[in-house]
């Protein structure tokens, strides 16, 4: 009877203290209104012939009541009806959403005392949110109960996960992926002072180890080897198979789909998350039966597509939806002001920046992020335990302002303090938790190939073949280079003098299909899509002789792969530098590329899809710089410094990732690490090895009658 008796009087102060706080924010409410009023010439809260203040403040709470029910009631409601709008017009959306909201509370009012133009409107629900908001949570902060089910609201739950429907209280894990965040760059963030909440966890003992991607050092190969144990057959970001005639592309839905799908059925596994797991932001699931922002299931249709399910947990709060949109905003302006700046300082090297660049970049440095942290604190939450997600706003400011800089260190600033947020929850989390940072790759700067030698890649490949290119690409020296030795070496082959002066072109009897050039960072694929198998250096030779020779001595080239009947694979370099991949070493033409690389060009030029011809940029060890073959300043995707040495951060209680003297290598050994602190964190329950599922016809992931599907 006491327990009871107590209980009850808990239950009443809770009420009484939940009731106080709804009096203060309304109270807050109003007088933001009454001041608005003052202040706004559009906006009105009495009747025309006018009214005392007493009358006055009665309808200005009148009208933050109603705005407050509706805010509550219907906001929900129209952010699900809204979950197939595009994420970009969504969080924009908001702004005009809360404005109507506004003025049908205003339209409730009686006698014609509540008006506003609907542009005033916009302005005053979002300050009204904002202010609700704040005073909600400075409120909720003083008492841990209350800050609590605040949490809870702004992640879609609404209690925690019952002691019965959860596992005993053993560690969570989250991984946190910091993408594009080199070893390198984290060590200089945290000496800088950019990144406090790091800097902390290593003092108190977490351990830094680097490790090493494969060739190629992207996200798509690095994530879905970490997700799914296995990147074979990755060879780029993007890349064409001969077999099926189609161009795959890691960021695409279809070709993560497709690439996830290939990875269960390699593995026969569903991947690290699939036990009671949660995958945000990524490309690829891992298995996880709660997904949000995920590529790899965004092309579904029907109910068993959840990935768009993060946005209603995030924008069901319309402080949420007006922060976050007031955010975007700023980001785009910040964006345009820092570009103009650049431009204005004449800083290089430089790209442009203009078109819908601010919108993208303002959707993965605030929408993206803001609705990632509010899906992981919601799994936290709900003691999920695993959850794996990606914040990918460095990757893409870096790509354009390069990776080091004013512009990089801001966002480095505000990825730390998502980092502290989310370990803050943690403290509020039905089941302690392990936090684990971690990156899929780094970032090399540099110029890029075509602002240094006034020609892009597959201009340089298509003069090297004779064909006909850009006039601006004549003029160049490169250009005009590879032109001059396509034609000797055609003449040659055609027995014809050096000097004649007609159309060697023109001797062809039928033109092969044009090559197709595709750019990964500074690595570069060269197919030729009429040949069905992997042509081979002496195919290649005898159909455009001088394509070979004009690439790899180029000064912006640093190695080319390309197949041999008669050595098997060889490493083509500057200089005549020919060397067979059997014999490959870390020494000779990839001696500057560092340890490792060897390794990973041997690994790679065993995919059943590798190019004809892959073409490594240069890489200067002296400034730590490489050529992008694609529009990008700060670039990954190959060999050559920061861009393949990412790391790993974790807590003291996990074991350590390798043994003393050893190396991390590879997305797949990392994948092992992964799944061995989940095992050490959860039991047994974590399997060491998942049996064999079936893959669902959508490729996504394992069949429900299998492992958990995306």
């Known amino acids: 009877m006491g327990d009871g008796r107590w209980g009850g009087a808990d239950r009443w102060r809770s009420a009484g203290r939940a009731l106080g706080r709804v009096a203060v924010v309304w109270a807050v409410s109003t007088l933001t209104l009454l001041i608005l009023a003052g202040l706004l010439p559009d906006f009105e809260l009495q009747s025309p012939g006018g009214d005392t203040f007493t009358r006055t403040a009665l309808t200005a709470a009148a009208a933050a009541g109603a705005f407050g029910l509706l805010g509550a009631l219907v906001w929900p409601l129209i952010v699900r009806a809204l979950l197939l709008v595009p994420a970009l017009v969504l969080g924009l959306l908001g702004f005009f959403l809360n404005g109507s909201l506004l003025l049908v509370a205003l339209w409730l009012i009686p006698d014609g005392r509540g008006a506003a133009d609907p542009e005033t409107a916009v302005a005053v629900a979002a300050v009204m949110s904002a202010v609700a908001s704040a005073t909600s949570t400075a409120l909720a902060v003083r008492d841990d109960d209350a800050y609590r089910r605040r949490l809870y609201r702004l992640t879609g739950r609404t209690r925690p996960r019952a002691p019965g429907d959860a596992p005993e209280q053993v560690p969570g894990t989250v991984f946190l992926q910091l993408d594009g965040v080199g070893h390198h760059v984290l060590r200089g963030a945290v000496a800088d002072g950019l990144m406090p909440t790091v800097a902390g966890w290593l003092d108190a003992g977490h351990r830094l180890t680097p490790w090493h991607t494969d060739w190629s050092s992207q996200t798509g190969a690095s994530q879905l080897g970490i997700l799914h144990g296995s990147n074979e057959d990755v060879p780029a970001f993007r890349w064409y198979e001969k077999d099926t005639g189609r161009v795959m592309v890691s960021n695409r839905p279809a070709g993560a789909v497709e690439l996830q799908r290939r990875a269960v059925r390699r593995t026969g596994d569903g991947g690290l998350l699939t036990f009671d797991g949660a995958s945000r932001g990524n490309l690829f699931s891992g298995g996880a039966d709660q997904v949000a922002l995920v590529l790899s299931v965004a092309a579904r249709r029907g109910r068993r597509n959840r990935s768009r399910a993060g946005y209603f947990a995030y924008f069901s709060d319309p402080a949420n939806a007006v922060r976050t949109a007031g955010s975007f905003v ?381």
């Open 330 to 710: 700023a980001e785009c302006v910040r964006e345009v002001f820092q570009s103009v700046r650049a431009l204005l300082r004449r800083e290089t090297p430089r790209v442009s920046r203009g078109g819908t660049y601010p919108f993208v970049r303002a959707f993965a440095t605030v929408l993206e992020r803001d609705v990632v942290v509010s899906a992981v604190m919601g799994d936290m939450l709900a003691g999920r335990t695993a959850v794996y997600a990606d914040l990918v706003a460095y990757d893409e400011v870096a790509h354009h302002s390069g990776p080091h800089g004013r512009d990089t260190d801001q966002v480095l600033r505000r990825l730390d303090r998502s980092i502290a947020l989310i370990a803050t929850v943690a403290e509020h989390t039905p089941r302690p938790y392990r936090i684990v940072l971690l990156s899929d790759h780094g970032q090399s700067p540099g110029e890029t190939f075509e602002g240094a030698y006034g020609l892009t890649l597959k201009d340089l490949v298509r003069a090297g073949c004779g064909l006909p290119v850009p006039r601006r690409v004549r003029r160049t020296r490169s250009g005009s280079e590879a032109r001059d030795a396509a034609r000797d070496a055609l003449r040659l082959a055609l027995h014809r003098p050096v000097d004649e002066t007609d159309d060697i072109e023109r001797e062809l009897p039928s033109r092969p299909s044009e090559p197709v050039v595709l750019a990964s960072g500074n690595l570069g694929l060269v197919s030729f899509p009429d040949v069905p198998h992997r042509m081979t250096r002496e195919e290649i030779d005898r159909r455009h002789p001088a394509l070979l020779g004009t690439l790899a001595n180029h000064p912006g080239v640093g190695f080319l792969l390309v197949a041999s009947a008669e050595h098997g694979s060889v490493v083509l370099a500057r200089d005549g530098v020919e060397v067979p991949v059997a014999a490959l070493d870390d020494g000779g033409p990839l001696a500057v590329f560092g340890p490792g690389a060897a390794r990973a060009v041997r690994r790679t030029d065993g995919f059943p899809h590798v190019a004809d011809i892959m073409v490594n940029s240069m890489y200067d060890p002296a400034t730590g710089t490489v050529h992008a073959f694609e529009e990008q300043i700060g670039s990954h995707g190959g060999l050559g410094g920061e861009q393949s040495r990412p790391f790993l951060l974790s807590p003291p209680e996990l074991s350590p990732p390798v043994a003393e003297g050893e190396e991390l290598i590879g997305a797949e050994q990392v994948h092992r690490v992964l799944r061995r602190w989940l095992r050490e964190c959860s039991g047994p329950q974590v399997p060491l090895s998942l049996p064999p599922v079936r893959v669902s016809p959508s490729g996504g992931g394992p069949d429900p009658s299998g492992a958990a599907d995306g």
